[in-house]
């Protein structure tokens, strides 16, 4: 079996395992079982050029990270990834802001990862690197003689032409993901937007099957590998945490009231300051749930270092402010916003206890809490899933209440329903989306996309011809 070469922005820890997100437990198993390296930034900046990766080898996978220069970091990292990248691709244009130094330093840093990576691979390697801050790595690599089967997911969603065409050198974009072997993109949406984005540039020159596409030269397969979760994790999870004092003293706080949570980076891209308002529009649309339900966002801060992320945090605090001045009683207050993480476990633990999980992103390429709210739930007594009709996750999970997040009315009015829905219609939604996040799970996941690079590397020893369309 090849070595899994995987390579993303950060990596996890190797004492640990741990990263923010849910994607460190499908890669760290198919590194495990397969061996390999893991590859990226190791959290620290340096000033000039980074001395070679530090690697630290836990049983057969070796964790190598560089460094990265200071003001390189800042321009490749909240200039180009963060402050172009992320808005164009969630569709937030307002929020746009591009320099052209951000798309120099965004190339040369990819320049440095396959510059100090390249050293480290071996012939019959596979790489497969993650989301948007890496999308020139295979050209980096190829420049530099790399011809090892190369795969790419982008963990976002991937936007229409119309809205790429916003990006001064997106034609280069496009461009730079034919230099992979395998795309994956989250929902078949985001595949046809860059389908149609290769052929609106000009560069489509064949489809050769049905995931099997030529442009720019190249031969490449791009489909969708919608990323799962760890089912049977989150629920023991959720089981274990469930009695612990955390989530007791949350479970007691409530004195019976109905539990509504919402969990969430603290990111413009998740709809909080429309959820907040949606949430007092409730209140005073349907009194009956003044008192009765209770609120709870869970937001920590990220990249602080982009200015957006500063004013969605005030704007926040305002809301959350003036809705509990505004309907609070001496013994409840509406919505209790906690600026802070808490551990994934204790996460579990509350949507377990939780009678609604609200999730409405005004964009986003998947969502894994909506996911893992289904999964933490008591399979007897389970809770209510609102999701955004703009989540990746909506293509799957379709047996949640669905809402348009801009539409404030609406999702009052699914708050209310869900607030209200009988235990049977409860148990069959529940039942239809665990069907579903069980057949895909993250191990599927990680099987799926290996599979497709794998059969690249078959079907490029085997000199399949292709047809021209
Ligand atoms: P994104 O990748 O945009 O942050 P996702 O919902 O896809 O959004 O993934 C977020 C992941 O981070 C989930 O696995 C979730 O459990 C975790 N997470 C989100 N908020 C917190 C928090 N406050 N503390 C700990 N983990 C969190």
């Not at 490749?76 to 052209?100: A, D, I, K, T, V």
């Not at 894994?368 to 899933?385: C, H, N, T, Y």
């Not at 579903?436 to 490029?460: C, K, Y």
Request: charged share 25%.
């Amino acid at each position: 079996m090849s070595r899994l070469i995987a390579v993303s922005n950060r990596v996890a820890d190797p004492s640990t395992g741990k990263t923010a997100g849910g994607l460190a437990i499908g890669l760290l198993a198919a590194l495990r079982k397969q061996g390999g390296v893991w590859f990226g930034w190791g959290g620290k900046t340096c000033r000039g050029e980074p001395t070679d990766p530090t690697v630290t080898r836990r049983g057969k996978v070796s964790y190598a990270t560089v460094d990265i220069d200071e003001t390189e970091f800042e321009d490749y990292y909240n200039g180009y990834s963060n402050g172009c990248l992320w808005p164009l691709c969630h569709y937030m244009l307002n929020f746009f802001h591009y320099e052209r130094r951000f798309g120099q330093a965004y190339q040369r840093v990819n320049a440095l990862f396959a510059r100090k990576l390249r050293p480290m691979l071996q012939a019959d390697d596979v790489i497969w690197a993650h989301d948007y801050h890496l999308i020139p790595l295979a050209g980096e690599l190829r420049k530099a003689g790399v011809e090892n089967p190369i795969g790419f997911f982008l963990h976002v969603p991937f936007p229409n032409i119309d809205v790429l065409r916003t990006l001064p050198g997106h034609r280069r974009i496009l461009e730079m993901l034919t230099r992979y072997d395998v795309i994956g993109f989250q929902t078949s949406s985001d595949v046809r937007s860059f389908i149609e984005g290769l052929a609106r540039v000009g560069f489509l020159e064949a489809r050769l099957g049905y995931d099997r596409f030529r442009a720019c030269g190249r031969e490449f397969t791009a489909a969708a590998f919608p990323i799962g979760i760890d089912v049977p994790g989150v629920m023991q999870m959720a089981d274990r945490s469930v009695t612990s004092a955390t989530v007791k003293r949350v479970e007691d706080g409530l004195v019976g009231r109905e539990l509504v949570i919402g969990v969430d980076r603290l990111d413009y891209s998740k709809g909080l300051p429309e959820r907040f308002r949606a949430f007092g529009e409730l209140l005073t649309s349907y009194p009956d749930t003044r008192g009765r339900l209770v609120f709870m966002q869970i937001a920590p801060p990220t990249r602080s270092g982009v200015r957006a992320y500063q004013d969605i945090r005030e704007e926040l605090e305002q809301l959350a402010g003036n809705i509990n001045g505004r309907f609070a009683e001496p013994d409840w207050a509406p919505i209790r916003y906690l600026n802070r993480g808490f551990s994934r476990s204790m996460l579990m633990g509350m949507f377990r206890v939780a009678r609604i999980g609200l999730v409405t992103p005004l964009r986003d390429g998947m969502n894994l809490v909506a996911k893992e709210f289904i999964a933490a739930q008591d399979p007897d007594d389970p809770g209510a899933l609102i999701l955004s009709s703009l989540a990746g996750a909506a293509e799957e999970l379709d047996a949640a209440v669905i809402v348009n997040p801009y539409d404030t009315e609406g999702v009052a009015e699914a708050i209310q329903r869900a607030a209200n829905m009988p235990l049977g219609e409860r148990q069959e939604r529940y039942r239809t989306m665990m069907a579903q996040l069980q057949i895909n799970d993250i191990g599927a996941w990680t099987d799926r996309f290996l599979g497709a690079l794998e059969a690249v590397r078959a079907q490029s020893s085997s000199g399949t011809p292709t047809i021209t369309a």
